[in-house]
């Protein structure tokens, strides 16, 4: 699969697919007209964010599932030049027929300010292996983990990368951003595809989940994006968005990620399986400062190249247990 042969699959109608655990992203595409939402779309996206028009944070990209006529969209963040982290529902669902992991050839990455307009579009390497986390089954529980990491054929060179916070000392009331292509606003029936920021901040933590919101939340196609979190001048990775408590996408409460700082181990081993290093050996340039809105000349402590600036439908949806702990402890 070449990525201009599959740049045609980009070409549909999204339509949103409402789950008990509302899993962020989950978006089908289909039909002839680009990124337009079914009328009883029940979804947003990064609501109370901004479009960043891919000059901040550009290495947070998009992942697209080709199901032939239909796919799913996700989000995920460069950790790597050759490797992204995302969420495990955005690579492996068995109820929707999405198995990136035996069939990575079917997962394309893709970038830009704006996913409807095909000029824009940015086409980076095609996919070379796909990994879940071992703890992921294709269905949320409360001990499950909505992780994953994909290894490209060829390293990325006109993007950001950034790293993955190394210490869980963070709490209750500390800010940062989360960044996707989900829908702004279910009135805009447009809004899905853009590339957004948002300004958030952790409500509560919980094994290895955070809770977040305030202004900003996330949902539908900001599955596998990150919140990131200052640490020393750097925005680096601490979570990765998998789910809401709610269909209703508050922006305040509701949005759940997984603590990766919790996974890190898991992140690193994998890293070193996919391309022979870890974390702490990543190829960079001297370490840059980063503007406050994460701009282009932001790297979270990695070396940049001049820039080019969620979702796996798990029909499965979510253990009613887990999810009614979780809406216990989070509400």
Same mark, same amino acid.
């Given at each position: 699969?070449?990525?201009?042969? $599959?740049? !045609?699959? !980009?070409?549909?109608? !999204?339509?949103?697919?409402?789950?008990?655990?509302?899993?962020?992203?989950?978006?089908?595409?289909?039909?002839?007209?680009? +990124?337009?939402?079914? %009328?009883?779309?029940? +979804?947003?996206?990064?609501?109370?964010? %901004? %479009?960043?028009?891919? %000059?901040?944070?550009?290495?947070?990209?998009?992942?697209?599932?080709?199901?032939?006529?239909?796919?799913?969209?996700?989000?995920?963040?460069?950790?790597?030049?050759?490797?992204?982290?995302?969420?495990?529902?955005? #690579?492996?669902? *068995?109820?929707?027929?999405?198995?990136?992991?035996?069939?990575?050839?079917?997962?394309?990455?893709?970038?830009?300010?704006?996913?409807?307009?095909?000029?824009?579009?940015?086409?980076?390497?095609?996919?070379?292996?796909? #990994?879940? @986390?071992?703890?992921?089954?294709?269905?949320?529980?409360?001990?499950?983990?909505?992780?994953?990491?994909?290894?490209?054929?060829?390293?990325?060179?006109?993007?950001?990368?950034?790293?993955?916070?190394?210490?869980?000392?963070?709490?209750?009331?500390?800010?940062?951003?989360?960044?996707?292509?989900?829908?702004?606003?279910?009135?805009?029936?447009?809004?899905?595809?853009?590339?957004?920021?948002?300004?958030?901040?952790?409500?509560?933590?919980?094994? @290895?989940?955070?809770?977040?919101?305030?202004?900003?939340?996330?949902?539908?196609?900001?599955? /596998? /994006?990150?919140?990131?979190?200052?640490?020393?001048?750097?925005?680096?990775?601490?979570?990765?968005?998998?789910? =809401?408590?709610?269909?209703?996408?508050?922006?305040?409460? =509701?949005?759940?990620?997984?603590?990766?700082?919790?996974?890190?181990?898991?992140?690193?081993?994998?890293?070193?399986?996919?391309?022979?290093?870890? !974390?702490?050996?990543? *190829?960079?340039?001297?370490?840059?400062?980063?503007?406050?809105? /994460?701009?282009? $000349?932001?790297?979270?402590?990695?070396?940049?190249?001049?820039?080019?600036?969620?979702?796996?439908?798990?029909?499965?949806? /979510?253990?009613? @247990?887990?999810?009614?702990?979780?809406?216990?402890?989070?509400?």
């Amino acid at each position: 699969m070449t990525l201009k042969n $599959s740049s !045609l699959a !980009l070409l549909g109608v !999204l339509s949103f697919l409402s789950l008990g655990a509302d899993m962020r992203g989950c978006e089908g595409m289909e039909g002839d007209s680009p +990124f337009e939402l079914e %009328e009883d779309s029940p +979804f947003d996206g990064i609501v109370n964010g %901004e %479009e960043t028009n891919y %000059e901040s944070f550009t290495g947070v990209i998009a992942l697209y599932y080709s199901l032939g006529t239909s796919g799913a969209m996700c989000t995920g963040t460069l950790i790597d030049p050759q490797v992204i982290l995302t969420a495990g529902h955005c #690579v492996y669902g *068995p109820g929707d027929g999405i198995d990136a992991t035996a069939h990575p050839e079917n997962l394309m990455i893709l970038g830009g300010p704006d996913l409807s307009d095909q000029a824009s579009v940015i086409y980076y390497p095609d996919v070379e292996e796909v #990994v879940k @986390h071992p703890d992921w089954g294709g269905q949320i529980t409360f001990n499950s983990i909505d992780l994953a990491m994909v290894k490209l054929k060829e390293p990325m060179t006109t993007t950001e990368m950034y790293r993955v916070r190394e210490n869980d000392d963070f709490d209750t009331g500390t800010t940062g951003k989360i960044v996707g292509y989900g829908l702004s606003s279910s009135t805009d029936q447009n809004s899905s595809g853009i590339h957004r920021m948002g300004d958030t901040q952790v409500q509560n933590k919980l094994e @290895h989940y955070i809770n977040l919101g305030d202004p900003a939340g996330t949902c539908s196609g900001d599955s /596998g /994006g990150p919140f990131f979190t200052m640490v020393d001048g750097f925005w680096q990775v601490t979570g990765v968005t998998s789910l =809401g408590l709610s269909g209703e996408c508050d922006p305040n409460t =509701g949005n759940v990620d997984v603590n990766v700082v919790m996974k890190r181990s898991w992140v690193d081993d994998t890293m070193n399986d996919f391309v022979g290093y870890g !974390l702490a050996d990543v *190829p960079h340039e001297e370490d840059t400062d980063t503007d406050a809105d /994460g701009g282009i $000349s932001a790297d979270a402590g990695f070396g940049v190249s001049s820039p080019d600036d969620g979702c796996g439908c798990a029909l499965t949806g /979510g253990s009613a @247990h887990a999810v009614s702990v979780l809406m216990t402890v989070f509400s």
